[in-house]
């Protein structure tokens, strides 16, 4: 069945709905929502968000959208659908390029820069030590006080897959936002908590029966490029589940024979014969059978006459 909505998760609907200069409120909004740390900003102003450093052999960064608000804080916004090899070290490097664009070529500027902040939507999970949080704010810390070292700069993570609140259970706007980050393209009607603005205009904007003909095979395109990555990562899975299985037989008639030696031994220490004779019959060293005798005996000290004969 074809969605009503499009998909946030998709570069296209992410880029549409927050990164249109039509939408800046619905941005604002957003930003607001997902940065609790820091004062509400009022208005947002969209940049370039292709960056390089000036020199020679220039390193480039590429942010899927790049804003700065009435206070001169730099953000950087970003969706991620897949696991990136160094992720958080390279979620710190993008931070560079808005502190460094801050400096004020020739003349002294103090280091005084402005707040720099980077919010990652991520489509998979990235801190397996906290199962039960999704939306992590990480700053520079005092590591004996916990005490907020620089409050300039801030990074952002949400791990979409842990948000698993229902509808019914939205209390917060944060809650709003990574609900429609996750089930937007899933929804036929408007739920009740959504009928308010900036929400409404979202879902305005989010239809795809009122996009161009042009917008729509943007659209499309984008979400394949999506669905193909999810449909890998399904393969891969079950790839990895058969493999998984396999081993899981494998091992389990490798343990299965084994216990059948471990059962012959036992069955053998108990009518007195002799380990030699036992050693040849499992296929078991005789060092190993001798050790297995004494643990036995151990274990069954004065039950069997005939073992220590």
Known sequence: MQSRYISLLTDFGFKKLLGEEARMDLLVHFLNAMLPNQPPSKRVVLHPNEHRWETA??????????????????????????????????AVYYMIFPLAEQAEKGR?????????????????ELERRLPDKYHHLVQFRYLEDDLVFLEEMTLVFVEL????????????????????????????????????????KLFQAAEIAKMSQA?????????????????????????????????????????????????????GFKMGLDIRVLSGLVGMDLAKVL???????????????????
């Open 161 to 200: 897959p842990k948000f698993t609140k229902q509808v019914n259970e939205l209390k917060t706007d944060l809650d709003r936002w990574l609900y429609l980050f996750r089930y937007l393209h899933h929804l036929d009607e408007i739920p009740e908590t959504f009928k308010r603005e900036p929400f409404m």
């Open 291 to 309: 050790d297995r005798r004494e643990a036995w005996l151990e274990q069954h000290s004065g039950e069997c006459s005939a073992c220590s004969q």
């Open 57 to 90: 052999n220039e390193r480039m960064a590429v942010f899927d959208l790049y804003a700065s608000n009435e206070r001169g804080d730099r953000i950087i916004l970003e969706v991620q659908q897949k696991p990136k090899e160094h992720f958080k070290k390279r």
């Open 215 to 267: 917008e729509r095979a943007a659209y499309h395109a984008s979400l394949k490029r999506y669905r193909d990555y999810q449909n890998q990562l399904a393969y891969a899975d079950s790839q990895g589940q058969e493999q998984g299985r396999k081993e899981g037989r494998k091992e389990g008639r490798k343990q299965g024979r084994e216990q059948g030696r471990l059962e012959v031994l036992e069955e």
């Open 108 to 124: 002294a500027w103090g280091f005084n820069f402005q707040g720099v902040s980077l919010l990652s939507m991520l489509d998979f």
